[in-house]
């Protein structure tokens, strides 16, 4: 019994570390600045010799030995060859962080340097995923991650979470019109208002965030570009105020102030990020982009209840779209395992169920008031 404990135990293990390894040498492939692809590389090489110690525990046991990656894994490879590396970096942190504590108190690995190893990836990827990125990390990306993200958020979780709005509200509206019996070319019309409503109403909104967020940050750097210039002394005070809070001591202090007061750029960047926790590449996005973005993410989601009303008519249509959008709820629920590491069957399920409990509650709802307006 304990034997076949430690196998699922240790096969388990492996398949983290082959996944881990999978993902990692991708990213490598995908990495922009060759030091992050030597990076991820160096990654990939220490999952695969933690790896090969979990397989020489299999084979001691005799168990068999062969893993391949998994469908999340494969899923985020994927995303990391179209997108590049960056696109998946949030995710493939939050996951590290996860299991970062998982080898601490398991007696084959607890003694040896692996749970530092995990600990450092964690603290390495954290620093990855901080860093200014301008190749895809502008207002847009970044406004969404405000809307929908939390702690380890990102683009892929806002697109994720973005079609979901669009598909559970859109699926409610159309089964609560359904609900009342109203004609499909009636259904039909109300989705697409419904869907074109709910996607400009997104669009506005992100655009309004986006601008807002330039406009307060453009004169947070007006007014330290001002004081910079005015009375630099106090700025080099100030920033080597910062240093010596990150544990530099007061000469280590001194000197990086005085390096970054010499560039009049660097300086302004430096004191936005540091003083203001602004960053400036992060105006470099549109808010436009941010609307078209959020808008179409909307449109996406909410295409699925309401395309099965092009082609069909009555009982037929309204199954076709509640099968159209329970499908896709159950998908968003796996996708959302991609950050979750939870079981995708299960979160899928769980998704299922809140969608459809909420397009039943507006189908009552419309039965409720055509039976009422009706007698």
């Known amino acids: 019994m304990k034997q076949a404990a430690d196998v699922a135990r240790y096969r388990a293990n492996l398949q983290g570390e082959v996944d881990s390894a999978a993902l990692y040498r991708a990213m490598a492939q995908s990495a922009e600045d060759p030091t992050q692809a030597e990076l991820y590389h160096k990654l990939a090489a220490v999952e695969d010799a933690h790896a090969a110690f979990w397989q020489r525990r299999l084979q001691t046991l005799g168990a068999p030995l062969a893993v391949r990656p998994g469908w999340r894994t494969r899923v985020l490879i994927g995303l990391a060859r179209r997108f590049g590396a960056d696109f998946v970096l949030p995710v493939a942190r939050s996951l590290e962080a996860m299991d970062q504590d998982s080898y601490d108190h398991q007696p084959e690995s607890a003694q040896t340097a692996m749970p530092a190893q995990e600990r450092s990836h964690v603290r390495l990827l954290g620093q990855l995923a901080r860093r200014p990125r301008p190749g895809w990390s502008g207002t847009t990306y970044a406004r969404l991650e405000g809307r929908h993200g939390a702690g380890g958020g990102n683009a892929l979780r806002a697109a994720v979470l973005g079609a979901n709005d669009g598909l559970v509200s859109t699926l409610s509206l159309v089964m609560g019109v359904a609900g009342a019996s109203a004609d499909s070319h009636t259904i039909l019309l109300t989705g697409v208002a419904g869907m074109l409503a709910g996607a400009c109403s997104m669009a506005m909104g992100e655009w309004i965030s986006v601008q807002s967020a330039r406009e307060l940050y453009q004169r947070q750097i007006a007014a330290e570009a001002e004081e910079l210039q005015q009375v630099p002394a106090e700025e080099r005070a100030e920033l080597?105020?910062?240093?010596?809070?990150?544990?530099?001591?007061?000469?280590?202090?001194?000197?990086?102030?005085?390096?970054?007061?010499?560039?009049?750029?660097?300086?302004?960047?430096?004191?936005?990020?540091?003083?203001?926790?602004?960053?400036?590449?992060?105006?470099?996005?549109?808010?436009?982009?941010?609307?078209?973005?959020?808008?179409?993410?909307?449109?996406?989601?909410?295409?699925?209840?309401?395309?099965?009303?092009?082609?069909?008519?009555?009982?037929?249509a309204v199954l076709a779209s509640a099968g159209a959008g329970a499908g896709g709820l159950f998908l968003i629920g796996a996708a959302i395992t991609l950050f979750t590491g939870r079981s995708a069957w299960w979160s899928g399920l769980r998704q299922l169920s809140i969608g459809l409990a909420a397009a039943g509650v507006t189908w009552g709802a419309g039965w409720l008031f055509g039976v009422a307006l009706g007698g």
């Open 240 to 316: 080597e105020l910062i240093y010596r809070s990150k544990g530099f001591t007061e000469e280590e202090a001194h000197n990086i102030a005085e390096r970054v007061m010499a560039d009049p750029q660097t300086a302004l960047a430096t004191l936005a990020r540091e003083e203001l926790g602004v960053d400036p590449e992060a105006m470099a996005g549109s808010p436009w982009a941010a609307a078209a973005t959020s808008f179409l993410i909307f449109i996406v989601g909410a295409l699925l209840p309401v395309a099965p009303f092009v082609w069909l008519t009555g009982e037929q």
